[in-house]
């Protein structure tokens, strides 16, 4: 059974530092891995998207990787803004069209 | 083209009473997943279903659940007789499949909030 692990579980940071989420899961036999973001009392928003033969996902300030072996992946966000702050939530989807397995997620604050 | 619609936005319940959760997948899209988010948890897989047809519901409580994706409208998820722990953010999200194409990222709908008093 797949699972998927967020640390840290809350985080704050000063606006404009570098910071890195970690996710790992626990079986490396995965289709593709999504990083989403998760406003409060609102839905998840998909970042980026990184498929099981990809190494590294780029969109803006955020960077997310992938080692499939060692069953990790990290998102990277740089310059970090204050509208940056919410849960981000690090998701695995282990066939072709299948579910997708969730962290608990990390709690990012960032004070101007 | 919209995102994911789900409605309502917020449900409040009795025990006892039946919950109906309606989702409008994006245009286009065939397949669509029930997620279930339960306070302080992070969101659990309940079920995925593509037009007419039930794919997996491995994530489904036994009891009372059941869900639906007609030929037309929306996908329904039915919560019969609710009780207090069903109070959740219940969130649909949609796909799109082409064979052979390897994007499938998955749309979230804004959620329904359920609140079983």
């Known amino acids: 059974k797949q699972e998927v692990t967020q640390i840290p579980a809350a985080l704050s940071v000063p606006e404009g530092e570098n910071l890195v989420l970690n996710c790992s899961f626990t079986?490396?036999?995965?289709?593709?891995l999504q990083w989403f973001r998760q406003d409060p009392g609102k839905g998840l928003t998909s970042l980026l998207l990184?498929?099981?033969?990809?190494r590294e996902q780029t969109s803006g300030r955020l960077n997310a990787s992938l080692d499939k072996s060692s069953g990790r992946s990290t998102l990277y966000i740089a310059a970090s803004q204050p509208g940056d702050s919410a849960t981000y939530l690090c998701?695995?989807?282990?066939?072709?069209?299948?579910?997708?397995?969730f962290g608990e997620g990390t709690q990012l604050t960032v004070n101007p | 083209n919209a995102g994911v619609m789900q409605n309502p936005r917020h449900l409040v319940r009795r025990r006892g009473q039946e919950a109906r959760l309606r989702c409008s997948p994006m245009?286009?899209?065939?397949?669509v997943y029930w997620y279930r988010q339960l306070p302080e948890e992070g969101l659990k897989f309940m079920v995925y279903?593509?037009?007419?047809?039930?794919?997996?519901e491995s994530g489904m409580p036994k009891e009372r659940f059941s869900a639906e994706f007609p030929k037309e409208g929306p996908s329904i998820l039915r919560i019969q007789q609710v009780v207090r722990g069903d109070s959740a953010a219940y969130f649909c999200?949609?796909?799109?499949?082409?064979?052979?194409?390897?994007?499938?990222?998955?749309?979230f709908g804004p959620g329904t909030r359920l609140l079983v008093l």
């Open positions: 999200a949609s796909s799109i499949y082409t064979p052979g194409h390897s994007q499938e990222t998955q749309y």
């Open positions: 079986d490396s036999a995965i289709y593709n």
């Open positions: 990184i498929q099981s033969s990809q």
């Open positions: 998701a695995v989807g282990e066939t072709s069209g299948s579910r997708l397995t």
């Open positions: 245009k286009g899209h065939s397949h």
């Open positions: 279903l593509q037009k007419e047809n039930i794919i997996d």
